[in-house]
């Protein structure tokens, strides 16, 4: 059956999103923007498409599925409106500005009988999925530490966009904007986080949350050390590096590689995810949305699940409270935290 998707926001990240919907043969049916230009963006990529100034206004639209591409903060309340009518959600990543919200989001959508995922689709990087297999065949022996690095790039005049790297629109900086992506996959490949310790600081004056941060993350049986920013020139590769006590695997990018008595590439990418067009990254939103269409007909559960998104919400939330006390170590909680503005904040002046 084919997907009747309406596209809430049509801001920077919608042309991925948009791309990779027609690539699947999804029919979109409306876009909902007030923004004359960017409207107009969005006829050129879903010809078809009904462009709508409001989301009270698209109401009357026949569509069963609602992509959220606005902005962070205001995710809850459009999902909630969706949600209430109907329509299964695919959320652009973070699923929200906090934990707080983004769990709420995960029982709003449960309680009103709806699907819902999260647009975190460095999970299905063919170098994550052949990762995943060796792991799981004990290809490293057991994991023992792990280091994490995300380099790269955003001049000022990407921060000059209102509200962009701020703590009421998107919930923090670097780490929750770009470096969730790759922290969620680590997760996803080595398990859950029990502790974290973080120190964040910004180069740029006039940019309110972080542009570096430093994990220290503790999972009990092994530790990580992560490293993110946005002032690394010119920028480069995501790195996720494995050491296990019977080997070491090594993504760059979208490329694999194991290491024991000889270096062994497995996955020969070549995409370069570190700018911030996510047009780059469509093959992945086109598999991303392959799964959760597919996984939805027959009733399973996509690999990109709104309630999977938690996990690295949570873990975001625990460094920025640690950031913001002094690197205190901050355990690493499944329930939700209605983290204080004011204390994040004072996380990028560590």
Do not use: N
């Not at 995922?117 to 060796?134: D, F, G, I, P």
């Not at 973080?198 to 530790?223: F, N, P, Q, V, Y």
């Amino acid at each position: 059956m084919t997907r009747r998707v309406v596209v809430i926001g049509a801001g920077l990240a919608s042309a991925a999103h948009l791309t990779a919907l027609r690539a699947v043969d999804a029919d979109v049916v409306g876009v909902v923007t007030r923004d004359e230009t960017r409207a107009a963006a969005a006829r050129r990529l879903a010809p078809q498409a009904r462009i709508f100034p409001s989301l009270d206004a698209a109401a009357a639209l026949d569509a069963d599925t609602a992509v959220v591409v606005t902005p962070p903060s205001s995710h809850l309340a459009v999902a909630s409106a969706l949600a209430e009518r109907g329509l299964d959600l695919v959320i652009d990543k973070p699923l929200a500005a906090s934990v707080h919200e983004a769990q709420a989001i995960v029982d709003v959508a449960e309680r009103s009988g709806v699907r819902a995922a999260v647009t975190l689709q460095h999970r299905y990087k063919e170098a994550a999925r052949r990762a995943r297999q060796l792991l799981s065949a004990g290809a490293i022996g057991t994991l023992r530490s792990a280091i994490v690095t995300v380099p790269l790039w955003r001049p000022d005049s990407y921060y000059a966009e209102a509200g962009r790297g701020t703590w009421d629109r998107d919930g923090g900086g670097v780490l929750i904007t770009q470096a969730i992506h790759t922290l969620d996959l680590y997760l996803s490949l080595a398990g859950p986080a029990r502790s974290v310790v973080a120190r964040a600081s910004t180069s740029r004056g006039r940019l309110e949350a972080e542009d570096t941060i430093h994990l220290l993350i503790d999972h009990g049986t092994h530790a990580a050390s992560v490293t993110a920013s946005t002032a690394a020139w010119p920028g480069g590769a995501e790195t996720i590096h494995l050491y296990g006590d019977a080997g070491q695997l090594r993504l760059v990018g979208d490329s694999l590689v194991q290491i024991g008595d000889s270096v062994r590439p497995v996955v020969d990418g070549s995409v370069d995810a570190s700018g911030p067009d996510p047009l780059s990254m469509t093959a992945w939103f086109r598999s991303l949305y392959e799964d959760v269409f597919t996984s939805w007909a027959s009733g399973a559960a996509p690999l990109s699940e709104a309630r999977s998104g938690l996990p690295v919400h949570a873990v975001i939330d625990a460094a920025y409270r640690s950031a913001a006390a002094g690197a205190t170590p901050v355990t690493v909680s499944e329930e939700t935290h209605d983290t204080v503005s004011d204390e994040r904040e004072s996380a990028c002046q560590s």
